[in-house]
């Protein structure tokens, strides 16, 4: 039921490493040695960049679907979106774990101490964090972990994250669509990329698209208020809004 599908690869690591590498450049060619010395010490994220890099995919996907509970459209946003993103161990040749299982302690770490800042600075209990089951039992490491109640106006957001089987960073807008996302399935687009079942061992895609014309009709029948979304810019008066609904 998905609005819009898309999945690809992409070289993350060597289009990381050119943009820091670019940027050490510069710094390089401005200055003394002292001078490089003080970018890395104003810009230590570029060194983070650059060690995370081997670690990214090269696969990655996402889509867009309408939100399932349209009662809490108010509180959160009118579709969910996903986003996923392969990872692989940071030294390859080595039995070390992907990149997406050594951060995901530290995702949740991050996302306990939003829940814990947000309910001691309110005084009350609006933020939570919970994970729910794993798809295979005993497997911890594949369990949804959703943060609700830390986006500023939306009180019901939720912000789900999940690392499945393949060693994949999964993040999205709901809890629902990061699972149906990472359900094994023949309809997994990221999957598809993988296999060259259907499309002939000579043509080997590097990214797949798909959209759903039937579900955006769907979701246009509800009223204009289901497709505001795509106008969030508040430079369009509602005149303007209702022409492009109407279109």
């Not at 590097?206 to 039937?214: F, Q, T």
């Amino acid at each position: 039921d998905a609005l819009v599908a898309l999945a690809g690869r992409a070289d993350f690591g060597r289009l990381v490493r050119l943009v820091v590498a670019e940027q050490w450049s510069k710094a390089a060619a401005t200055g003394t040695g002292s001078d490089a010395q003080a970018h890395f010490n104003d810009h230590p994220e570029t060194l983070l960049a650059w060690a995370l890099a081997p670690g990214l995919g090269p696969s990655w996907g996402g889509y867009l679907t309408a939100a399932r509970d349209q009662a809490r459209a108010e509180r959160s946003l009118p579709v969910d979106v996903v986003f996923g993103l392969e990872t692989r161990a940071l030294e390859p040749g080595t039995d070390r774990p992907a990149l997406a299982r050594s951060i995901e302690p530290l995702l949740h770490a991050w996302f306990s101490a939003a829940v814990a800042a947000v309910n001691r600075q309110s005084g009350a209990q609006l933020a939570s964090i919970r994970s729910l089951g794993a798809h295979t039992p005993g497997d911890a490491d594949e369990k949804v972990t959703v943060v609700t109640g830390i986006v500023p106006h939306r009180s019901d957001q939720e912000i789900a994250y999940r690392v499945d089987e393949r060693d994949r960073l999964w993040i999205g807008t709901s809890a629902a669509s990061v699972a149906q996302a990472t359900e094994p399935g023949p309809d997994r687009l990221l999957d598809d990329l993988s296999s060259d079942a259907e499309l002939g061992p000579t043509v080997i895609p590097s990214g797949l698209a798909y959209v759903n014309l039937a579900a955006w009709r769907t979701l246009a029948a509800n009223g204009r208020e289901s497709i505001d979304f795509l106008w969030q810019d508040q430079r369009v008066d509602d005149r303007a809004k209702e022409r492009k609904y109407r279109e």
